[in-house]
């Protein structure tokens, strides 16, 4: 694909990475209200914030706009560029937050975050001394950076932006890289902290194209095309990157845990089968219930109709059962699923409740109670129920398993 043609997209569709940013602080924005004391998720807050900010404000639309309601030619230069040090100046403070953490209040953490703000202030300050003492009174949309690159003031007002913006990104990706060879790492994060670190690696290729050109026109060539084609390319496509690296911890956490809960209430499924079967009720459908809520309503019906039904039992049978299910081979655990889902089918064949007079005599159900996830798996296999049955010699072998 032509650069040009990687131009006209990245140039005419900045709103791409700004919705994306914008759906990045969205989904992380209630967890940064919750832990509003967390500096980590202020800082992370405060980078989205801004990094949104910088592309909104340099599509050429918002800049022409700038420019004109300003009156000022050019005004939006060092506006953006401000934005665009301010988020340098977040990167540099999240990693700090993320190497001092919560408690830290160290005295190396403190400083390291004063110099941070005290330099990337003074860069901002000096942005703005700068553009007022130059005179720039042709207004670029796209190119500034090049079109002004030997101009008296706007010359050192475009270096320091860009040497402010390397500096940022070079420190970010060391430790980023550092940080995603720490071990323990969940594989959730490990791959949000991959997709940050390649966003900071395009960053720094926007630097070195914006730098090359601005080099390029000081020593009379001319190389406008790194900074009108290469430079919005590597911007738009590390702003994705990094809303990415900021959302795949959280979605795929998320996600895993909503796949988590729905297994678990699918794994209910032949106990609480079972269990109508006795109590003839059900669970009444929610609409509005979430997974967590479904499930909750699935154990408590679960443990509800089991309660009595179990204290019924025939303990005999369940640790004949237990035995028959380890001399097949099954492991502990299994076997002793077996034996009891065995224990539970037996007795409501047998139409057996407890008295729930709670004597002496009377078995312990809360290892049953705790375990019905485990029971329920094991009645999904009913070859394995019914060969515990005929070793153990437990009648009701030819009887239909729910499933």
Request: glycine share 6%.
């Amino acid at each position: 694909m032509d650069i040009a043609v990687l131009s006209e997209f990245y140039t005419d569709f900045w709103w791409i990475p700004a919705t994306v940013l914008a759906a990045a602080l969205a989904i992380k924005l209630p967890t940064i209200i919750r832990f509003r004391a967390d500096p980590m998720l202020r800082a992370v807050g405060g980078l989205l914030l801004l990094a949104c900010a910088v592309f909104v404000f340099v599509a050429p639309s918002t800049i022409a706009r700038v420019n004109r309601l300003t009156g000022v030619p050019n005004i939006s230069a060092p506006w953006v560029y401000s934005l665009l040090t301010a988020f340098c100046a977040s990167c540099l403070l999240l990693i700090i937050a993320w190497r001092g953490g919560l408690s830290d209040r160290s005295a190396a953490t403190r400083r390291a975050t004063r110099w941070v703000v005290a330099a990337y202030s003074g860069v901002i300050v000096a942005l703005w001394v700068l553009f007022a003492l130059a005179d720039a009174p042709v207004e670029r949309l796209r190119d500034l950076d090049t079109y002004y690159a030997t101009t008296p003031f706007l010359r050192e007002m475009i270096l320091l932006y860009l040497l402010a913006h390397t500096t940022a990104a070079l420190i970010t990706s060391r430790l980023i890289r550092n940080w995603i060879r720490t071990d323990g790492l969940d594989a959730w994060l490990r791959w949000g902290l991959k997709f940050l670190g390649a966003g900071y690696a395009m960053n720094l290729v926007f630097d070195a194209a914006k730098l090359t050109a601005v080099g390029a026109r000081w020593s009379g060539h001319d190389l406008d095309r790194l900074n009108t084609d290469v430079a919005p390319a590597a911007a738009c496509a590390s702003a994705v990157l990094i809303a990415v690296g900021f959302i795949l911890p959280h979605a795929g956490q998320y996600l895993c845990e909503r796949r988590r809960l729905r297994q678990a209430h699918r794994e209910l499924r032949p106990l609480y089968a079972l269990m109508r079967s006795v109590g003839g009720d059900r669970v009444r459908f929610v609409l509005r219930a979430g997974p967590e809520l479904r499930l909750t309503r699935r154990e408590t019906f679960i443990r509800d109709t089991l309660l009595p039904l179990a204290r019924g039992l025939d303990e005999e049978l369940r640790r004949r059962c237990h035995a028959a299910a380890l001399a097949l081979g099954h492991p502990p655990e299994r076997a002793r699923a077996l034996a009891a889902a065995v224990a539970v089918l037996d007795a409501v064949e047998a139409g057996r409740t407890g008295s729930g007079g709670g004597g002496a005599d009377e078995p312990d159900t809360t290892e049953l109670l705790r375990e019905i996830g485990a029971v329920s798996r094991a009645l999904r296999r009913p070859d394995d129920i019914r060969a515990v049955r005929h070793r153990a010699g437990a009648r009701g072998d030819a009887v239909r398993v729910t499933d």
